[in-house]
């Protein structure tokens, strides 16, 4: 959807989006685009 959305001309300044869409492909994706980007997640993972 993202490259579609560019495709028309468009450029947002970020990507939102919950932590369903939070896997690292997708942000790496996004960061391909120059796009910022917010995604809530579910916890924040402790070092041992």
């Known amino acids: 959807m993202l490259a579609e959305v560019i495709a028309w001309g468009?450029?947002?300044?970020?990507?939102?989006g919950?932590?369903?869409?939070?896997?690292?492909?997708?942000?790496?994706?996004?960061?391909?685009?120059?796009?910022?980007?917010l995604f809530g997640i579910e916890k924040i993972a402790q070092s041992p």
């Open 10 to 16: 468009l450029k947002p300044a970020f990507v939102t």
């Open 18 to 37: 919950d932590s369903w869409y939070a896997s690292a492909e997708n942000l790496e994706y996004i960061k391909h685009y120059e796009l910022g980007f």
